[in-house]
């Protein structure tokens, strides 16, 4: 099983651009979320969605948005990079009462 | 609503000495409890979970916790650590819900 996959890996974007990080899973699982990192701040949820069409905010939504059409895929879209975006952001999905499951994250500077 | 706090930022240790890192957690209701580690410029890995049953929860690379619903604790802790065992470690906490919410995290440094 391909697991959680995060594409891309790494990217640069200059002030103002927009971009989607792509998350996929194949494990059906109902949950899915979106955490960005940050030296010193642990990982914090972003949004996230407890199944298809179903969408909603985590601690820190600004400047992001999301949307869930099917089970297995969840995007983040940047409207408008800003360098507080800079971070390493990390999808996850699991079943309720279940481990999350991680991508192996995506490196984001904003310059 | 839930949150967790990692008592320590940094923890220098040297091999195969004894390490405890501290997570104490704020909750309203039941929770699951969970531990995480992230090697350098690697995703997380989950070290161990609690659910329900037994407070003493055994998980993987010889790591332990111990759950504690009266201090409201989970204590992660290994007798012996490696060289290997150098990570950022995260706690996490989730109510009857989906949401996980993580610590700050803690940088362990294991040293010859």
């Known amino acids: 099983n391909a697991g959680v996959t995060q594409t891309p890996k790494f990217q640069v974007l200059k002030t103002g651009q927009s971009m989607t990080l792509q998350c996929a899973q194949d494990?059906?699982?109902?949950?899915m979320s979106w955490y960005r990192q940050d030296p010193g701040m642990g990982l914090r949820l972003i949004h996230y969605?407890?199944?298809?069409?179903?969408?909603d905010q985590g601690e820190v939504p600004n400047g992001y948005n999301v949307s869930r059409s099917t089970t297995e895929d969840f995007p983040l879209r940047l409207l408008s990079a800003a360098p507080s975006q800079t971070s390493v952001y990390f999808c996850?999905?699991?079943?309720?009462?279940?481990?999350?499951?991680f991508g192996n994250g995506t490196r984001l500077t904003v310059t | 609503a839930q949150s967790v706090t990692q008592l320590d930022s940094q923890v220098p240790v040297f091999e195969e000495a004894p390490v405890e890192l501290r997570c104490n957690y704020s909750s309203s209701v039941s929770v699951y409890l969970f531990w995480y580690v992230q090697y350098p410029n690697q995703g997380l890995q989950l070290l161990l979970k609690?659910?329900?049953?037994?407070?003493l929860v055994k998980g993987i690379n010889g790591f332990e916790a111990e759950f504690n619903k009266s201090q409201t604790s989970f204590h992660l802790r290994k007798p012996s650590v490696h060289i290997s065992d150098t990570a950022e470690y995260f706690c996490a906490v989730s109510e009857i819900t989906y949401k996980l919410s993580f610590g700050a995290g803690t940088t362990v440094t294991v040293r010859a």
């Open positions: 969605s407890v199944g298809a069409g179903i969408t």
């Open positions: 494990m059906n699982h109902e949950y």
């Open positions: 609690y659910l329900s049953g037994s407070t």
């Open positions: 996850a999905s699991r079943l309720q009462g279940s481990p999350l499951h």
